[in-house]
């Protein structure tokens, strides 16, 4: 992203102002910052769903003029279709691109497996778990083989322990599918063990405030979140964003 401006009409300040930021091919990079400080406005923009008043996103090599096949994006809320089967949720978006029924199911299969939901397959949504849903969102998301993958706070709704185990199996299928990920999320410990480099957005407008390495080993377990450095790193962001969690619980307020 050069100079990423990005506003909305009828105002007059825009949300996102002089983004620049390059990611690399096979990258986790972890986005955190207070809530309204843009961090969905940036996915959205990287996806291609929300037009640039300056500035520009590249994704290899090419300008970013509207969502491609080659960025896969997962929502907070779980989008899949109640009426359908979990398996013909993850065939969807091939079944849009006019792939056969044959060869769609087969690739949904295998995501399935991927994402621990082989015996979910011929379930509908209202009977699996939220954590089930939310895989089988990332299958969905997974489904096309994009090279990137968008992510927006996909584990927020679910509980801390379910939570924790999706972000243990993202890591190892990130390791065995080598995508380049992009997650926005709110928790702070979350950002820190799934990342290669956390970029904290300040508030009003957004923009880039600092992006942090994590130099943690990989492959990660769950145990590194109880080391003292992994509460160092997560401390470094909180004192980043702070002050603009605060004046943002002020302004609620008001
Ligand atoms: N469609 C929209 N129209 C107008 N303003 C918007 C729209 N979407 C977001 N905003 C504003 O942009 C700012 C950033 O929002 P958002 O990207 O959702 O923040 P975050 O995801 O970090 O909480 C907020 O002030 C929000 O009110
Ligand atoms: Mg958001």
């Excluded at 930021?21 to 843009?38: C, D, H, Q, Y």
């Excluded at 109640?82 to 056969?100: I, Q």
């Excluded at 970029?199 to 390495?213: F, S």
């Excluded at 769950?222 to 470094?236: G, H, M, Q």
Aim: net charge negative; charged share 25%.
């Amino acid at each position: 992203m050069t100079g990423l401006e990005v506003g909305f009409p009828g105002q007059d300040a825009p949300v996102l102002d002089g983004i620049d930021l390059r990611i690399e091919r096979g990258e986790f990079v972890t986005v955190v910052g207070a809530s309204g400080s843009g961090k969905t406005t940036l996915l959205r923009a990287i996806h291609g769903l929300l037009p640039a008043a300056a500035g520009h996103v590249q994704a290899g090599g090419e300008t970013v003029k509207g969502p491609s096949r080659s960025r896969g994006f997962v929502f907070q809320a779980d989008c899949l279709l109640p009426w359908r089967t979990v398996l013909d949720n993850v065939a969807y978006p091939l079944e849009l691109r006019g792939v056969s029924q044959k060869e769609r199911r087969d690739a949904a299969r295998e995501l399935l497996e991927l994402t621990g939901l082989a015996a979910a397959a011929d379930k509908f949504p209202r009977q699996i778990s939220g954590g089930m849903r939310q895989r089988a969102n990332l299958a969905r998301a997974l489904v096309g083989d994009p090279e990137i993958l968008l992510m927006d706070e996909p584990f927020a709704a679910l509980d801390a322990q379910t939570r924790e185990v999706l972000q243990a199996e993202l890591l190892s299928i990130w390791d065995r599918r080598q995508k380049t990920v992009v997650f926005v999320t709110h928790q702070l410990d979350e950002a820190v063990y799934l990342a290669d480099r956390v970029v904290v957005l300040a508030a009003n407008p957004g923009r880039v405030r600092k992006v942090v390495p994590i130099d943690l080993p990989r492959p990660r377990t769950l145990d590194i979140k109880y080391t003292s450095e992994f509460a160092a790193t997560v401390n470094v962001l909180w004192q980043l964003i702070k002050d603009d969690v605060v004046h943002h619980a002020e302004e609620e307020k008001e």
